[in-house]
């Protein structure tokens, strides 16, 4: 399968802390995303980060690639109650099938 | 900008029916996918329409199918339902481009339950 993998699965923080989730794929990629899931609702784009980029922020996200590992992180800092989501990475082969692969997603719980 | 909808929002089918559901993506954006996501399966990509032809094609059986108009919306149609179909379909529409290249915006989405 080239569905990519979230860990952890569930991460629980206070508000203000950091929250780091990271994600792992198999095979050569155009580029990685990060989406947001409201329980049950669509996803939100955070961030595309191409292979030849290895860092990226925006606001309090930050995501880091390392390919020759096959991972990448997001990092949220100083996280606020409203960050409370599923997080799910989404990878773009390089060769082969076009189209996106979801990781199995991390589960953010921010504690006010 | 309106973002991208979904109608309807919650769909309740019997087994053996079938189901059209739409979607309009935003003003501009010519690529239309559509996904499957289940607690067991995850998100699953069903099929991308660019231009009112089909692109890309996922792994699902031809019970599901769709189609695209000139204006870009687009339906999704599943036939003989089944139970292992309820799930919730979320619409994604981009650019353009080759799918993923660019980000996708995605619909709330249409939860589907089978009984």
């Known amino acids: 399968s080239q569905q990519g993998e979230e860990d952890p699965q569930a991460l629980s923080i206070q508000e203000g802390e950091n929250a780091t989730m990271n994600c792992s794929y198999k095979t050569s990629i155009n580029n990685l995303q990060w989406y947001r899931q409201n329980s049950g609702r669509g996803l939100v784009h955070l961030i595309l980060i191409r292979s030849n980029e290895r860092e990226k922020h925006s606001g309090r996200l930050r995501v880091t690639l390392d390919t020759s590992k096959k991972s990448s992180s997001l990092l949220i800092t100083a996280s606020r109650a409203a960050d409370t989501a599923s997080y799910f990475c989404a990878t773009k082969p390089r060769t082969g099938a076009n189209n996106l692969f979801f990781g199995t997603g991390t589960r953010l719980t921010v504690i006010p | 900008k309106a973002g991208v909808t979904q109608t309807p929002r919650y769909l309740i089918k019997t087994r053996g029916q079938q189901v059209t559901l739409s979607c309009s993506p935003i003003s501009g954006h010519r690529s239309v996918s559509w996904y499957q996501q289940t607690p067991g399966q995850g998100l699953q990509f069903l099929f991308e329409?660019?231009?009112?032809?089909?692109?890309n094609k996922g792994n699902f059986p031809g019970r599901f199918s769709g189609r695209q108009f000139s204006n870009s919306r687009s339906e999704m149609n599943v036939s003989t339902l089944e139970l292992g179909d309820s799930a919730l379909y979320l619409c994604?529409?981009?650019?353009?481009?080759?799918?993923?290249?660019?980000?996708?915006?995605f619909g709330p989405g249409t939860r589907l339950t089978v009984t």
């Open positions: 994604a529409s981009s650019l353009g481009g080759e799918l993923g290249t660019y980000e996708q915006y």
């Open positions: 329409y660019f231009s009112e032809t089909q692109r």
